[in-house]
């Protein structure tokens, strides 16, 4: 399974995403992760659609190309394989935890750059950003330290002409 990451620019407008969707599902692929929020210009969102596909990678430029002349888009670019500024949150709430693993959850929340987000009512609450596999390892290595609630945002990247930024994959 392949999996590819389209950034969007649209109208902000009832129905935009729905159609993005619409043809990604005409495509036959499957979504994993889709984020959207109003930019500079209000008028106007940014998006970022992953999604998986089982596809001849020849077909993804007809998929961005479709995009390209929905008409609430103003452009949609492939970002996969291109330096990007990406990243993912991960809010995470641990219950029902001793002081052991309290200590454990803390220097996991170090090593991977988390806040502490606020006190939970016997347990922890932690806010982490990252690439997704980082927010992979890091909800993976939180699992050992007691009941834990997560939720991610998905995966926001905006391209970027930065020498240190990282290849998407």
Do not use: W
Request: aromatic share 4%; with cysteine.
């Amino acid at each position: 399974m392949n999996t590819q990451t389209v950034s969007l620019l649209l109208e902000n407008k009832p129905g935009a995403l729905a159609r993005v969707v619409g043809v990604l599902s005409g495509f036959g692929y499957n979504i994993v992760s889709l984020t959207a929020a109003p930019c500079g210009d209000l008028s106007l969102t940014r998006t970022t659609v992953v999604y998986e596909t089982e596809a001849d990678p020849r077909s993804y430029a007809r998929v961005v190309a479709r995009l390209n002349k929905l008409i609430p888009i103003l452009s949609a670019v492939d970002v996969t394989g291109q330096p990007v500024l990406a990243q993912e949150m991960v809010l995470a709430r641990l219950h029902a935890f001793n002081r052991e693993s309290a200590a454990t959850a803390m220097q996991i929340a170090r090593d991977f750059g988390a806040r502490i987000a606020g006190p939970a009512q016997a347990g922890l609450e932690l806010q982490a950003a990252a690439c997704p596999s980082m927010m992979d390892e890091f909800a993976s290595r939180l699992r050992s330290c007691g009941d834990l609630e997560l939720v991610r945002s998905g995966l926001v990247a905006l391209v970027s002409s930065a020498a240190d930024a990282m290849p998407l994959d």
